[in-house]
């Protein structure tokens, strides 16, 4: 009981000094504002790994910050199929693990004028019900802000899983 008298003590004590590292993380969050629409572009990016397996296929989703300053992005990109003619499908995206990569979470991405950040999207292609999809919208920030991609794949029952943003490429 001692040490964690003392341990609140001294924390007490560095923050009232302005040096309390919980304080630090919170401006350096702070200080990185939303990014804002038309400041992303998004694609899709084949890094090499192969995410094809047991009638399931896959691919990294990449947001680049394109605008001057830093900005944030949190949580899960909006996703649209569209068709021929960029024809709109009822798209079911389910938040969470792929088959090929551990989800890590809603979380905040910083993102300098430049850097990217990673998602990992996942479909299967039994045939079942599926969807023949052209093209893939891409919404950062699940707003209606997105970049339109191509993306000529079938979609079992028009349902794609995706993961949270992520700094580095998520992984199994």
């Known amino acids: 009981m001692k040490v964690t008298r003392t341990a609140v003590a001294v924390t007490a004590a560095l923050a009232i000094a302005g040096l309390g590292t919980t304080a630090a993380v919170a401006d350096t969050q702070q200080a990185a504002q939303e990014c804002q629409p038309g400041t992303l572009k998004a694609t899709t990016a084949d890094l090499g790994d192969g995410q094809q397996g047991m009638n399931h296929e896959g691919t990294y989703l990449k947001v680049t910050n394109t605008g001057d300053v830093t900005c ?10 569209e068709g021929a003619g960029h024809t709109a ?29 990673y998602a990992d999207l996942e479909w299967t292609h039994t045939g079942a019900d599926s969807a023949d999809a052209h093209y893939l919208q891409i919404s950062p920030t699940g707003s209606n802000s997105h970049s339109t991609v191509p993306f000529a794949k079938e979609v079992d029952n028009s ?3 995706v993961t949270a943003w992520s700094d580095t490429p998520p992984t199994a």
């Not at 088959?99 to 991405?109: I, K, M």
Request: glycine share 12%; proline share 2%.
């Open 89 to 117: 499908i009822a798209t079911d995206a389910e938040h969470g693990d792929t088959y090929f990569a551990q989800d890590p979470g809603e979380h905040q991405v910083t993102l300098e004028a430049g850097d990217s950040a």
């Open 159 to 161: 349902a794609l899983t």
């Open 72 to 81: 944030a992005i949190s949580g899960y990109a909006g996703l649209a199929l």
